[in-house]
């Protein structure tokens, strides 16, 4: 594929998502971003130069129908997403109300808004999953459920969108070297040693390598864990 695309990525900010927006805007395509609130767009505008940050709160996906989007996107990558762990009889409402709207409400509203821009340019939508996605373990049950149901939704949305050329992928790092896992460990009371994990970089480029398949071909899952 040649010539400068049109991404829209969320989660720009940190981990995953901040590198596959560096890579982007290092080769020259076109970024929107989100940025949760006007410091953070602030950032975003400093560090991409002539990228379209929009302010848009995920915990709050009503208020992103009101998003000035663009009438052709070549991809929406969804990387933005929180996490609090607990067990089943411990974790309060709020935190299961927290990750399932900011994991899986969100994306879904975004992508229903994004749809007709990635239709118009047969455009791929690419979900930051887990290896929680996959397997439940105890004290993930609220992340591992708002993982599992991005993973259908996904589904779903790749069945939907089979005759209008849009690629659907759900990428499930397992764990990753990110602040998300940073907090991760001081949540589970252990020490964190990034070199003990997955590159946030490496995920990226599996991102990127989905992002550039030829047309004749999509990519609906992919697995990447530690050595």
Sequence with gaps: MTGPRTHLVTGAGSGIGEVVTRRLHERGDRLVLLARNERRADDLAAAYPGADVLVADLAQPAGLD?????ERLDSVVHAAGVVELGTVAELPTSAWIDQLVVNLVAPAVLTRLTLPALRAARGTVVLLNSGAGITAKPEWGAY???????????????????????RVTSVFPGRTATPMQEEVH??????????????????????????????????????????
């Design 66 to 70: 009101g998003l000035a989007l663009p």
């Design 144 to 166: 591992a459920a708002s993982k599992h149901g991005l993973r259908a939704l996904a589904d779903s949305l790749r069945a939907e969108e089979a005759g209008t050329g849009v």
């Design 186 to 227: 001081r949540q589970e009371g252990k020490e964190y040693d990034a070199g003990a994990w997955v590159r946030a970089e490496t995920v990226a480029e599996l991102v990127l390598h989905v992002l550039d398949l030829p047309a004749d071909a999509v990519v609906p899952e992919v697995l990447v864990q530690p050595r």
